[in-house]
């Protein structure tokens, strides 16, 4: 087996959700903690590029809409900043 920490199987996957407010309404995002972590090793320091790497890991195991992009990215960088090691 990997070490590469990806679900194993649906089930898996399901446990590894995480829930965000966005638009004000609760929305299920999978791999949100591991995108996230993958992110903060990269030691990245401008915002934008942030952002940006942020929504392409996150898009791989979930839809966005492209009309609710920009509040999807929002949401995505608040938690981003809340877990340990912040910007």
Known sequence: ?????KPCCAA?????IKQLII???PTGLCMLDECIAEVKQQD???EAEIRAV???RVKVYNY???NVEEEY???ILDEYR???GQL
């Open 1 to 5: 087996m990997g070490n590469d920490n």
């Open 12 to 16: 898996d996957a399901l446990r590894r």
């Open 23 to 25: 638009n004000g309404i």
């Open 44 to 46: 990245l320091h401008n």
């Open 54 to 56: 942020l929504m392409k």
């Open 64 to 66: 966005i809409p492209p």
């Open 73 to 75: 990215a929002r949401a």
């Open 82 to 84: 809340k877990s340990p």
